[in-house]
């Protein structure tokens, strides 16, 4: 699944609480101007087995997806996260994403990268955030691939998410 992220509206919550953590620095920097940003490519199960998360109450159930499947790895070159910060703009995002998610099924932070890039790439993105169903609706008018998919959309977040097979085809997202 690659998520994406509207960056103006993240930018706008980060300064709401007062002030832009030092993660988001760069990307909520008053210089640089994104607008839909790769927050992730994340390898998903169907119908997951889910594990009871005692980190919020009341608990609840969360599906169990592959995560952290390396443990922790040692801090990426700045030559192999330079590339990616225009698509993926923060070190620690692009970090975290490689070690939870990237290195559980490729063998490179590059491979993993690389495929983000050319998936986002393969993408036209409307130039603002827009609700759910009228995003939907922008996106699969503009990019054929996505015609008569279902899409995936996290409301707390906004987050546009696109889902793939494993030889990264699109499909439906979950309902």
Known sequence: ?????????????????????KKAAFQCAESNQ????????????????????ISVTPPRKTDMH???CKGNLPKLAPSDILPYMCMQPGEALL???????????FDTAKQYFEKEREL?????LPDSTMPKNELF????????????RWLG????????RICYSKDFKVIDCQK
């Open 34 to 53: 994104f607008g839909w940003i790769v927050h992730g490519l994340w390898a998903q199960s169907a119908n997951p087995a889910t594990c009871e998360d």
């Open 1 to 21: 699944m690659l998520a994406l992220s509207w960056s103006p509206g993240f930018c706008d919550s980060q300064r709401r609480r007062g002030a832009v953590s």
């Open 120 to 124: 986002f790439q393969a993408l036209k």
């Open 153 to 160: 959309y996290e409301k707390h977040s906004g987050e546009l």
């Open 95 to 105: 970090q975290g994403e490689w070690e939870k998610h990237g290195a559980c099924d």
């Open 66 to 68: 592959p995560r952290y």
């Open 137 to 148: 609706q922008w996106m699969k008018q503009h990019n054929p691939q996505l015609k008569g």
